[in-house]
């Protein structure tokens, strides 16, 4: 069974900074594209950064030059570390992958439980 796990939210004030890790665990083939998301109370969920296995990047304007997603492929981890953060970032952040389990030929999208940011001013 394939499972996300995400860490490194918390309470910070406007300003400072946070590193959110997410660990993709369990009979892994092949990992593809890993993003997070966020939703911000009231709001729907969206992608506001984005990685693929190459090592390219995309980012939501809200978060371009604050934000940076990397990953580990060795170790099927995303990291996103943010910047400058604002209390317009609070939110439930998301970790997101898509991947393929071992044995399997398709690739499905995973979701992790979520970890709250809270920024305040």
């Known amino acids: 069974q394939v499972q996300l796990v995400e860490s490194g939210g918390g309470l910070v004030q406007a300003g400072e900074s946070l590193r959110l890790t997410c660990v993709a665990s369990g009979s892994i083939g092949r990992v593809a594209t890993m993003a997070w998301y966020r939703q911000a109370p009231g709001k729907p969920r969206e992608e506001i950064a984005a990685?693929?296995?190459?090592?390219?990047?995309r980012y939501d304007d809200s978060v371009r030059g604050r934000f940076t997603v990397s990953r580990d492929n060795t170790n099927h981890t995303v990291y996103l570390q943010m910047n400058s953060l604002q209390p317009e970032d609070t939110g439930v952040y998301y970790c997101y992958s898509n991947l393929r389990a071992e044995g399997y030929s398709n690739y499905v999208d995973y979701w992790g439980q979520g970890t709250q940011v809270t920024v305040s001013s």
């Open positions: 990685i693929t296995r190459g090592l390219t990047t």
